[in-house]
């Protein structure tokens, strides 16, 4: 019987996953600010102190309008956001219309081969309510760095990479990579994420 209630513990404290099984699990993530999203992540809503990947085919595929709620509600209580080595400056107006404060927005130049650490190095540094990077190059054992920062700085860590690492396995608690719908629309499937199974159905904002 004590191996019975420890084994419990373990599956209710979410270190062992039963297979079959659909666990109950706190809505204890960080809302998205799309009520749909949030529907269909186990948590919630972004995992907190952790990574999550945006596997993207392009850039400007609504990648940043997935996250400006977010970042908005970020700054608005007083948090600081950073972009680590963005592709394009950032329009400034844009944001500014999303709601986000930008005297909290600090946007961290970096060659590429510094970028991977500057990453790392926000995340981990308790500064940041959330960190967005663009990695060009990250193995597992590199996001593995990058999930434990998250967690040890509690930040929200997001990682804009191209949707071809989408067969490679990653540590990050939560991925999603975007597709097209049967209407040609932007949206975005689940790969993977922390509390349970990835759900079937996509994200499609347009519809949300």
């Known amino acids: 019987m004590a191996a019975v209630v420890a084994l419990e513990s373990l599956l209710a404290a979410r270190t ?8 109950a699990i706190a809505a204890d993530g960080e809302p998205t600010g799309h009520a749909a999203l949030d529907a269909l992540l186990p948590q919630g809503g972004w995992p907190r102190r952790a990574l999550t990947e945006l596997l993207l085919p392009a850039d400007g595929v609504g990648e940043l309008s997935l996250l400006m709620p977010t970042l908005a509600r970020i700054t608005g209580e007083g948090g600081t956001v950073a972009l680590v080595a963005p592709p394009y400056i950032p329009y ?10 930008l ?11 510094d970028a991977l650490w500057a990453f790392e190095q926000c995340l981990r540094s308790g500064a940041c309510g959330a960190v967005l990077g663009w990695p ?7 996001l593995r760095r990058l999930q434990v920062a ?3 700085g509690a930040c929200l860590g997001f990682a804009l990479r191209d949707r071809r690492h989408a067969v490679n396995a990653s540590p990050a608690a939560l991925r999603l990579e975007c597709v097209r719908d049967g209407r040609g629309a932007s949206a975005w499937q689940v790969r993977k994420c922390r509390g349970g199974p990835a759900p079937a159905q996509a994200f499609v904002p347009d519809a949300a």
Do not use: N, T
């Not at 060009?136 to 590199?142: H, T, Y």
């Open 103 to 113: 005297a909290a927005l600090q946007v961290i130049e970096a060659a590429p081969r």
């Open 136 to 142: 060009l190059q990250a193995d597992a054992a590199a």
């Open 92 to 101: 400034a107006p844009a944001w500014q219309a999303a709601g986000v404060d």
């Open 150 to 152: 998250a967690d040890s």
């Open 16 to 23: 062992l996953w039963h297979a079959g099984r659909s666990a």
